[in-house]
């Protein structure tokens, strides 16, 4: 699934990045309460591990809001997607297997194949990002 959410410099896509902050300290919640007697330690870390890359990209991805002209510069744009598709990828399906005992799909085992593709978009992301953030123009 790929959002489409706006990430450009706008209130659409700061108001994206809130809510997925916002799920993201929900979700810590959940699993550090709620989900907490129904998981075993591996799968705790797991879930720890799909909040913290959620919070971090997320709240990396708000301080970098409006620090690029992204007409002279499509790299942080892109860059931007693919850390915010990645950080759903990766973060989503982590959330999946750490859970998958409480979910009764037989085929959400398999979907721990993608994790690893959601971090390769985020890493290819960043890197994206910070080449556009060295030759962007922005006086921020």
């Known amino acids: 699934m790929i959002i489409i959410a706006d990430m450009e410099n706008t209130k659409p896509g700061l108001l994206t990045l809130c809510i997925s902050l916002a799920t ?34 997320t709240v990396a991805l708000i301080a970098l809001n409006g620090r690029f002209n992204t007409t002279q510069n499509k790299l942080p744009r892109i860059g931007r997607y693919l850390i915010f598709n990645g950080l759903i990828l990766f973060s989503g399906t982590l959330y999946l297997l ?18 690893p593709v959601g971090g390769v978009l985020m890493i290819t992301g960043w890197v994206m990002t910070g080449i556009g953030l060295k030759g962007s123009s922005s006086n921020h």
């Open 98 to 115: 750490a859970t998958r005992h409480l979910v009764p799909w037989p085929a959400i085992k398999l979907i721990g194949v993608l994790t």
């Open 24 to 57: 993201g300290i929900a979700l810590g919640a959940l699993g550090a309460h709620g989900l907490n007697p129904l998981m075993d330690d591996n799968q705790q870390d797991i879930w720890e591990k799909a909040v913290f890359y959620q919070l971090i990209n």
